[in-house]
């Protein structure tokens, strides 16, 4: 058994890999998933993002990692209906999210920054990109889950038959344990330590997980400002919501999706769900019930006794 850990993207993150190659293997995931922090922060002046967000004319070549990974997250834009917007750098750094000196902005100065989030303006070719001025990406969405959906790839290009990643909460399988038994990936609880409820999984998934204890902060009265963001009103998400889990096959899929579950709220991404059902969830509310869908109703263990849990 071979388990690095690192911290990237802000992020603890732990890959843990069995079998033939598992050193070697685990060594070049951990390299990629740096390679792919350096492409995309926003604050990195040497990343593709940042010479993007900052460029002054258009159109930018760009790799076809970032090509891809844009499309990818316009398309999930377009089937969210905006709930997933990839064009909030302008909001998020309003507020102070990607550099730490948050504030609550002004109503106007909302606005202004809103004008600018317009996701159907991006024009994107192959290895090209055009933005509106005063445009600017913001891939914090979606990006770890595609470090950990990539690094499971090529974990399994070295013939990796079973691991575990976690990336900050990302969570990735290849198969099972390397004893044949399953995974236990916890659910992590939102309102205090631990975890709350753990899936039992014994195949390859992914388990993503958003919630507003990740990253917020307080104004002087105490209210509570989360860094998922309601892009049609560009304020930090205020609804019934306190974490949102996305689980299906593919990891960047899953990221975009917990992001979107949590803006959605649970009447809407129970709507989502039930239109696609090529995904599950757990969505925890502020009162303490549980939504867990079909899917995955039979993975699902409780731990804490006191909440209800809804299977839709
Ligand atoms: P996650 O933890 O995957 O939900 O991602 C949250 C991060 O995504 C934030 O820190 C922002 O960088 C970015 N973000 C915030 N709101 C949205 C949104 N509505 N759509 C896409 N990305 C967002
Ligand atoms: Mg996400």
Not at 5 to 30: I, L, P, W
Not at 85 to 102: A, D, I, Q
Not at 246 to 265: E, H, I, Q, R
Request: charged share 25%.
């Amino acid at each position: 058994m071979q388990q690095n850990y690192f911290e990237s993207m802000d992020t603890f993150m732990k890959v843990q890999c069995y079998g033939k190659n598992s050193k070697k293997a685990n060594d070049v995931a951990q390299n990629y998933i740096k390679k792919i922090e350096s492409i995309f922060s926003v604050t990195n002046e040497n990343s593709e993002i940042y010479k993007v967000n900052n460029a002054t004319s258009f159109p930018i070549k760009i790799s076809t990692e970032t090509s891809d990974l844009i499309k990818f997250s316009l398309e999930m834009a377009e089937k969210t209906s905006g709930a997933f917007n990839p064009c909030l750098y302008p909001v998020t750094s309003l507020w102070g999210f990607t550099k730490k000196n948050y504030k609550v902005p002004s109503a106007q100065e909302i606005q202004n920054a809103l004008l600018l989030t317009d996701y159907h303006k991006v024009r994107l070719e192959k290895n090209e990109i055009t933005l509106e001025k005063g445009m600017m990406l913001d891939l914090g969405g979606i990006a770890k889950g595609y470090a950990a959906n990539e690094a499971a790839k090529i974990l399994e290009s070295f013939g990796i038959k079973s691991a575990l990643l976690d990336l900050g909460g990302n969570i990735q399988t290849i198969g099972k344990k390397a004893d044949g038994s399953s995974w236990h990936i916890g659910i992590r609880n939102p309102f205090g330590d631990g975890v709350f409820a753990f899936l039992e999984v014994s195949k390859s998934i992914a388990v993503v997980t958003s919630a507003g204890y990740e990253r917020f902060f307080e104004d002087e009265n105490g209210k509570k400002y989360i860094h998922i963001f309601d892009a049609k009103t560009g304020m930090p998400v205020d609804n019934e919501v306190v974490s949102a889990t996305a689980v299906a096959k593919n990891g960047t899929y899953c990221d975009a999706l917990s992001t979107s579950l949590f803006v959605m709220g649970i009447e809407k991404a129970t709507e989502f769900w039930r239109k696609y059902k090529d995904f599950d969830f757990i969505i925890v509310t502020k009162n303490k019930k549980v939504y867990v869908t079909s899917g995955i109703k039979t993975m699902f263990n409780k731990i804490n006794e006191n909440w209800t849990v809804y299977y839709l």
